[in-house]
């Protein structure tokens, strides 16, 4: 059997006008996969508050842990108790010679660390994916608090950006919660005949949510397809108001939460803290699809914002 050289030059031919048309198809990274050698410090304070962690500990730690040569990013977390500095290492520095440098920083921060806080414990995680983690990172500044910031753009911009072809999430990070807090006189509860836990179980009802089971419906082309089947309250997405909600006694009588407790709407105090780079700011988070060609999901967003800034607040 013989094959001529005109067969093998179509055969070619057709293979490298298959190859352009798969072209566009391909997925397109702005940073492809790559392992990246980080660096942990992790240590505990027994009984301490984020808030103190963070300030007394994490804050110094991440100060000069990033002032080491070859180190290329730093993050921290601080939390009840414990803290964690995330260092991100240059691909063009040694990973060994530079965890060292990090131990002696680490040992001579230490000695000037308040009392109770425990040796800092210095590990590599190897390597990290730069998978499934945001490739764009939007800091934003305004003269608002942070609460309102992240308000703002979790309701008017985040779902914007989710709905672009290509995007898999949006996070919206950096502030604290909005809380309802609730404080009681215990003297009043004991002569009402009314327990804390009354309480609890008036506003879990108050704002019920109670799965009912799951159900099949006809879908598109007579499909069937499963659902979720929840009976949720219509109060859930309404301000909270204890003057709306029923408390019942051990007797059977009724008396309205707003008698029981002084209601008061703020900032969650902090259980955790988290900063790039020293900054404290308020973050928007995209991460693309896995198949996204991220180059072009990129200018599509800087796109979306540019025009989409005009509706923002002034500053």
């Excluded at 983690?133 to 911009?157: G, K």
């Excluded at 108050?206 to 598109?220: H, M, P, Q, V």
């Excluded at 200018?299 to 005009?310: N, P, S, V």
């Amino acid at each position: 059997m013989k094959i001529s050289s005109f067969s093998i030059i179509i055969a070619f031919a057709c293979l490298f006008i298959i190859g352009l048309l798969l072209t566009p198809k391909l997925p397109v990274k702005l940073n492809p996969s790559r392992k990246i050698p980080v660096v942990n410090v992790s240590f505990s304070w027994w009984g301490q508050s984020a808030r103190v962690v963070e300030a007394e500990v994490t804050s110094k730690l991440e100060a000069m842990l990033s002032r080491v040569q070859g180190v290329s990013e730093v993050s921290s977390n601080s939390s009840n108790g414990s803290g964690n500095v995330t260092i991100g290492l240059s691909k063009h520095v040694n990973p060994d010679r530079a965890r060292f440098e990090i131990s002696t920083v680490a040992r001579q921060a230490w000695a000037s660390l308040p009392q109770g806080v425990s040796y800092p414990y210095i590990y590599m995680s190897g390597t990290s994916e730069d998978t499934n983690i945001p490739f764009l990172r939007y800091t934003i500044n305004a003269p608002f608090s942070p609460v309102q910031i992240q308000e703002y753009m979790s309701d008017n911009v985040k779902p914007k950006i989710a709905e672009i072809k290509g995007v898999d999430h949006v996070d919206v990070t950096g502030a604290d919660r909005m809380i309802y807090k609730l404080e009681y006189d215990y003297v009043q509860l004991r002569s009402l005949g009314i327990s804390v836990n009354d309480i609890r179980v008036a506003i879990q009802s108050y704002l019920t949510e109670e799965f009912l089971g799951i159900g099949k419906i006809e879908g598109e082309n007579n499909t069937e397809q499963w659902i979720r089947i929840a009976l949720i309250s219509e109060n859930r997405n309404q301000p909270f108001d204890p003057a709306l909600i029923q408390v019942k006694n051990n007797e059977g009588t009724i008396v309205y939460l707003n008698r029981l407790v002084k209601c008061s709407y703020e900032e969650e105090e902090a259980s955790s803290s988290f900063r790039i780079n020293g900054l404290n700011s308020i973050y928007l988070s995209v991460t693309a699809k896995e198949d996204a060609n991220q180059l072009n999901l990129r200018r599509q967003i800087q796109e979306f914002l540019e025009k989409d800034q005009k509706n923002y607040p002034s500053g």
